[in-house]
């Protein structure tokens, strides 16, 4: 009896340890996700692929919230597009943290979520589109990305005078620093005034206590490796200089034996720009194809004469980097401009160190056919001049002679001359020798 009342007591006091001590200490799950990803540099292709695997993630776990981190100077048009498209169809809210700047691109971005937020000192706007050499675009560009502006504001219930007014300089907005002739950029007081920021925040705490998910629990996507090489690779910039690589390395390994550093380095910017591509989203595995197909068919075109096979494989390797791009505009000025480089520099090595380095006297001829260095075009006979001779054949008029037991092609002055006749040598020029009859 004893013992069992003890046991009882042991029990009792165990279990009450387990609930008062323990439970109180133990967190209490929380169902509430909210992703953070962030949007960082410039906006590119390669930015879409890593947002689209964000945003399926966070779906996947039914997480409530998205918080895009902006802060962009902006970027590609096309890349904003796609990536607009993405969040419109995401099927979960999204905000954006505005976390200093979101401007061009940023700006595009930032309207298409459903509600953005603004560090005290952060600014949105500044949206026109900007071509390759820093001029603003042509009107017809201008247009659709006013319209594609005011769409965004629209969507959201948001006046689109300013997100006009971000894109066209001619809208007056002079309330707000932007009259005629500037881009609207609003502080994030201004932006709040507008209504198209929901609040000012410090940080992102703020925001998600503004949108009723202070306790949830916070998870950040980190970028992988291969997404931000992607994003490295894709950048418009990077794009020429790889194609630069890869066309002066492949040139350099054409006139040299064996396959060398040259080869492998065009090689590898090559692999680069297509796994680049394939990883962003913005190249398929049929340029990877022809690509490959191009390879092939300059490799056959060494054992098959004619040159039509090797001009096929080039147009085929021309062609999927051109279609692997984000546009065939952008590719093939890229393109040109890799040849350009890669000529212009060939032409440097050659000239500045084709004497120089050992490499290039490999792939250079710099010897000369001089006669100081022992080559002869044509022997001078000058001293056969004056000298008779006996023909060997008929001159009709060339023919052959002999002269000091020598035989020597030659020619007559003038008409016939029969065999066994002497004739002498009147006139040497090169390896031209005239000779004349002389009466028996």
């Known amino acids: 009896m004893v013992s069992i009342r003890w046991k009882s007591i042991v029990f009792s006091l165990l279990s009450i340890f387990i609930m008062v001590v323990l439970i109180p200490h133990t967190p209490q799950a929380s169902n509430d996700q909210v992703y953070v990803v962030p949007l960082h540099n410039e906006v590119e292709k390669g930015l879409y692929a890593f947002l689209k695997r964000a945003l399926e993630e966070a779906k996947e776990n039914k997480a409530k919230l998205v918080v895009l981190d902006v802060h962009t100077p902006g970027g ?28 061009s691109a940023g700006a595009f971005i930032s309207l298409h979520t459903d509600a953005i937020y603004m560090v005290p000192n952060g600014q949105i706007g500044a949206a026109a589109i900007i071509d390759q050499e820093g001029n603003m675009a042509d009107k017809k560009a201008q247009s659709y990305w006013k319209a594609a502006m005011k769409s965004a504001a629209e969507t959201n219930g948001l006046d689109p005078i300013y997100a006009m007014a971000m894109a066209d300089p001619d809208i007056n907005l002079p309330k707000y620093d932007a009259g005629k002739g ?13 209504e198209y920021s929901k609040g000012t925040t410090s940080n992102l705490q703020e925001v998600l206590t503004a949108e009723g998910l202070a306790n949830s629990e916070i998870i950040k996507v980190e970028e992988s490796f291969a997404e931000k090489i992607a994003r490295f ?8 200089i790889l194609l630069s690589i890869a066309s002066l390395g492949l040139i350099v390994e054409l006139y040299s034996p064996g396959f060398g550093i040259a080869g492998s380095m065009g090689l590898l910017s090559l ?4 796994y680049g591509h394939l990883v962003a989203g913005l190249a398929g595995y049929e340029s990877i194809l022809l690509f490959i197909l191009g390879i092939i068919l300059i490799v056959v075109e060494f054992f098959v004469p004619g040159g039509i096979v090797g001009i096929l494989g080039a147009v085929s390797i021309i062609s999927s980097i051109v279609i692997a791009g984000e546009s065939v505009k952008w590719m093939g000025i890229s393109l040109l401009i890799a040849f350009g480089i ?5 032409i440097i ?4 160190l084709g004497k120089r380095m050992k490499f290039f006297k490999k792939i250079i001829l710099t010897d000369s056919t001089t006669t100081e260095k022992g080559y002869v075009s044509n022997i001078n006979r000058g ?6 001779a006996v023909t060997i054949t008929p001159l009709r008029p060339s023919g052959t002679v002999l002269a000091n037991d020598e035989r020597i092609d030659a020619v007559s002055e003038g008409g016939y001359i029969e065999k066994d006749r002497q004739v002498k040598i009147i006139k040497v020029v090169g390896s031209r020798i005239v000779v004349r009859e002389i009466d028996q």
Do not use: H, W, Y
Request: aromatic share 4%; net charge neutral.
């Open 233 to 240: 690779i894709t950048n418009p910039v990077v794009v020429p």
């Open 182 to 194: 500037k881009l609207l950029t609003l502080t994030s007081k201004q932006a709040e005034e507008v």
């Open 76 to 103: 590609l048009v096309d890349a904003a597009t796609e990536i607009g498209k993405l969040l419109d169809n995401s099927g979960i809210r999204t905000v954006a943290f505005v976390n200093d700047r979101a401007l």
């Open 383 to 388: 001293d056969l001049l004056g000298k008779i």
């Open 349 to 352: 090595m050659v000239k500045v």
């Open 271 to 274: 692999v680069l720009f297509f």
């Open 342 to 346: 890669a000529s212009l520099a060939m």
